[in-house]
């Protein structure tokens, strides 16, 4: 049949421990071998069974007898009930890796780490943000202005990178307007510019594929923080416009573990 409580070794044997004292008629305190409460224990003087609580109490392995047992009588101890057993919780940090099985199953169970963007190695990505803009829009001047492809973020520190992954949609020039220059800002500061422009020979109007870029980006901030793109056009006269024929732009916003 099964046990209750931890199987005996050997299964049912007897296992019961004496402990055996030698009383001076004096001493009423005696140290037991193993930890025991005042029922767990038959206490034997004289061969004469004591009454438990009157006769004597115990405290962890410490047997106080009411009365100092004479000297040399017949004085022991029957561990009845078998060993106390207590719980010990393990002190933070003390379990380490050769503690635990090389396999854990854990099928059923709910596994809670308070795992934090600071646990994650460099290089991880901590999060992702994207934006889509299908809005057609135009520009006539020489000057930077707003494309609408915009996306803020919130840095969970100040060391981390933030990479920055831009897609034009497909541009159109209009007229003798021959290039058009697009431009990368955290906030009103420009951080980047690709190298050089896209030209082109002075004639009507043309329509050209997207164009894409990327750039890794310090801000070290945790505040939000809004990247955007602006684009001109150079060259002649004539509109530059984004977007055209339903195409679409796209901006992503990686948060890199500095």
Not at 126 to 147: E, K, L, N, R
């Amino acid at each position: 049949m099964p046990f209750l409580g931890n199987t005996p070794a050997q299964g049912f044997v007897n296992s019961v421990t004496k402990d055996d004292f030698t009383p001076n008629g004096t001493t009423t305190a005696f140290t037991l071998s193993k930890v025991a409460t005042t029922n767990s224990i038959e206490v034997y003087v004289g061969n004469v069974r004591q009454e438990p609580t009157d006769a004597y109490s115990v405290s962890g392995t410490t047997l106080t007898m009411t009365e100092a047992p004479a000297s040399s009588v017949n004085f022991y101890v029957m561990h009845v009930q078998g060993t106390i057993e207590s719980t010990t919780v393990p002190p933070a940090g003390s379990i380490v890796a050769n503690s635990l099985a090389s396999t854990l199953d854990l099928s059923g169970k709910s596994v809670t780490y308070g795992l934090t963007d600071s646990d994650m190695p460099a290089g991880s990505v901590i999060q992702v943000v994207s934006f889509m803009y299908g809005t057609q829009i135009a520009t006539t001047g020489t000057s930077y202005v707003d494309s609408g492809i915009t996306l803020s973020i919130t840095p969970s520190s100040t060391s981390s990178k933030i990479l920055v992954a831009v897609t034009v949609g497909g541009f159109e020039l209009v007229a003798a307007r021959n290039a058009m220059y697009t431009n990368l800002v955290r906030g009103s500061t420009q951080i980047y510019q690709p190298n050089g422009y896209v030209g082109f020979p002075a004639g009507s109007i043309r329509v050209y594929p997207a164009t894409s870029y990327s750039y890794l980006d310090s801000p070290a901030t945790t505040s939000a923080t809004t990247y955007k793109v602006q684009f001109k056009g150079e060259g002649g006269s004539g509109a530059v416009n984004i977007n055209v024929n339903g195409s679409d732009s796209t901006i992503t916003l990686m948060e890199i573990q500095g």
